[in-house]
């Protein structure tokens, strides 16, 4: 690594190590949130400073605002009629396709991991390839979820009766703190996969995987909309998004188990009866993951429909 | 044409209701601490019934004790044990399921065919379904083994007792809980019948507690610090009060709550079979129904002739003696409901929509309300958009498939729907758009064990029924 500066930006370290005679400058990237498939700074304009593990800047992350929040909302809203309409199969090939950008630039999450989280460059590559698998993982689950989770029920009497889970709609998440890149596809990959649309709030400290992440959605073909990521204070945002109307679901893993936050952010939530999913203790994010974050999102649709009662002459056909 | 029908009422001697009834806690029928009783009367007739020994906090703390001391044992005995245990209580009460329909009829209000032949097979049902699934929870797709919680603090409606009873408790036993349950204030004795079903059935002491009261009482069960599951059906505006109080805990919840149901009839439906449907919609158990369809969303070429053929049916229904066999609409539960029921009509007709009530006699004593519907609602009238919980429909039109599903998706509720049409591409379609947790197409109303019932949006969370109710009880 250079020593020629003490100033460094994860995008750019290779190529500053690489120039060790320091001849060239390298570009910084600004990062900007993910809104609506586009790349908005905040509309409040502050930023704060992002630094590693051991307290070097690594770049400005935008501080978004509670307007922000409600913008990402409306974002979220207008793409989930498409989003929850598309196939199982097509919403599948997209979170595929996220894996193999993802995979493409896999060096980059190496750097933006390692320096975030302050891993080894072996333990950080060992991460990000965890996040590949995972959003592999998901995208195999978005047109299995329903036999899974649905299904015809035998009632007594003449009428065919089907369940299906239907997303929820759109979804808050407070995005983990600690595991800023794979706890965040893990909560992250499940809520889209079953055709919900997201507000993210990333991780606080280490917010630059998630704006990278950003950058490879907005290139998978992923409807834009369909993620927004907010990067700044979750306790200043997710009180908007807790308590806004249109949010049909929130996910606090992010706010910390037993912290006054989560309990706040439950009871705004509310006010509209969204479905909250709590804050666990300690969770082990290399660890497999089940059904239950593809659920927890999930309302059951029952259609009843009579069928008639052809034989009942007692014709055995 | 008019029907004449001489009286058919159904014999009260089938059932001997107690002067009074004490709280049932750890298997026995025990006084209130504070010696507190109320009464509940027939809605009627406004006979006073019963006294029935109000639960204070104490005797929440009590009752939630002693589902615990219980819960150790009973979540230990194997499945195959619990399952029969249901199964005797599901034979028990078909035994004595004439009984119970005549002491509902009494206690609710609804028509003796009602509880007869809808309430009472549903609860054998439910009861006889969650018990098989005690022994086969391995295969329920949680897992291997997966647990139960402990004890569930479950608080019920008036306007389905017993059958409320029967989907709290079912799922919640074969799972290996132990409950503590309130009942509706205005209907509290089904449920302490049922307390009398646990003891014949030899149920261990403690498994079930049955603690009437009012909504004070529920509040204590449901801020219970050693209870591990909520379970609440009713109003939304309680069920957000719930979700507000169980906010920070570890409380598994899951909320049954209101509905604005639309009821959506095409141009090309059989006229007289979506008349059938809209008023099993909006006047079964005198529109008293979560589920029920209180908004008619009718296409307006057909209009004018579908109000025409629904007004000469709500002609001939029969409003009065609810143990009448030949009785359609029975009392309205309370003298309350009956208040607020009053107030939204009187609303809709200040707000200009125009009501129109069928032709019958009301009773001079108890609490009645004559079938009613409301034209000319636009979507903004409080009667489109209020949960009436009463025999009030609400006629809104469409031209197209699009604007009824917008129409019927304009609401904060979104528990039930009907679609009224005979081209089934557009049954699934529109099903598909509606966000319901229920859509019957071309039928209405009707409940099975096996099928999940449970809303979108602010009409809750969880699913009762089926595989599904069996998450709201076990801890995955």
Redesign the interface.
Known sequence: MSESTDVKQSDAKQSDAKQSDARRLSVFKTYKLYVGGKFPRSESGRVYEVQDSKGTWLANAPLSSRKDARDAVVAARKAFGPWSGATAYNRGQILYRIAEMLEGRRDQFVRDVADAEGLSKSRAAAVVDAAVDRWVWYAGWTDKIAQ?AGGG?????P?F?L?TPEP?GVVAVVAPQDSSFLGLVSVLAPVIATGNTTVVVASEKSPLPALTLGEVLATSDLPGGVVNILTGRAAEIAPSLAAHQDV?AIDLTGAGA?TDL???L??A?????K??L?PSSATDWTAPQ?T?RLTAFL????????TGSLGASGSAY | MTFEYAPAPESRAVVDIAPSYGLFIDGEFVEATDGKVFKTVSPSTEEVLSEVALAGQEDVDRAVRAARRAFQKWSALPGSERAKYLFRIARIIQERSRELAVLETLDNGKPIKETRDADLPLVA?HFFYYAGWADKLDHA?Y?ANPRPLGVAGQVIPWNFPLLMLAWKIAPALATGNTVVLKPAETTPLSALFFADICRQAGLPRGVVNIIPGYGDTGAALVGHPDVNKVAFTGS?AV???I??SV??T?KKVT?E?GGKGANIVFDDAPIDQAVEGIVTGIFFNQGQVCCAGSRLLVQESIQDELLDALKRRLSTLRLGDPLDKNTDIGAINSAEQLARIKAVADTGEAEGAERWSAPCELPSSGYWFAPTLFTNVTQAHTVARDEIFGPVLSVLSFRTPDEAVAKANNT?YGLSAGIWTEKGSR?LAV?NK?R????????FN?F?P?????G???S??G?EG?R?GLEAYLD?
């Open positions: 899974i029920n035998p009632v007594a009497g009428y009766n369940s929820t049909n037993g989560a309990r706040d439950e009871i939530a509310a006010d509209n009866l479905r909250v709590r089940g239950e309302e059951t649709k029952t259609v009843w429909h009579p | 049902a797709g897992g939304t069920g957000k009060g979700a507000r906010a920070g570890n909320l709550l904060q049954i099903a509606l319901a947790g229920v859509v019957w197409a071309n039928t009707k099975d096996t099928s999940p019932f449970g979108y949006k602010e809750g969370y699913r089926g599904h995955v």
